[in-house]
Nanobody, 118 residues
């Protein structure tokens, strides 16, 4: 069973940076993809970025392109989200997710709060 543990959230001023980490365990992750989602109060959960574990192919939501970078360290089984030029609208609980290539994500972390003050 896949376990995902996020860390790195916090409070930052607009224009600042944060790096989120997601430590993954429970299986080998070849043929998997992993992603970051976020959910702001009163809004639906939305995808932020995703990465294929083996090839490292990435995809981003339009709202974060050019500001956020997703990456992974295969040796450490850890995924990262570097967030730069943060905006108040980036405030949300950020979740790490994993799933096999193709089907929907089916493993989720507990979430980490990111708050960006104006």
């Amino acid at each position: 069973q896949v376990q995902l543990v996020e860390s790195g959230g916090g409070l930052v001023q607009a224009g600042g940076s944060l790096r989120l980490s997601c430590a993954a365990s429970g299986r080998a992750f070849s043929n998997y993809r992993m992603g970051w989602f976020r959910q702001a109060p009163g809004k639906e959960r939305e995808v932020v970025a995703a990465i294929t574990w083996t090839a490292g192919r990435t995809a981003y939501a339009d709202s974060v392109k050019g500001r956020f970078t997703i990456s992974r360290d295969n040796a450490k089984n850890t995924m990262y989200l570097q967030m730069n030029s943060l905006k108040p609208e980036d405030t949300a609980v950020y979740y790490c997710a994993a799933g096999r290539l193709g089907p929907p994500f089916d493993s989720w972390g507990q979430g980490t709060q990111v708050t960006v003050s104006s």
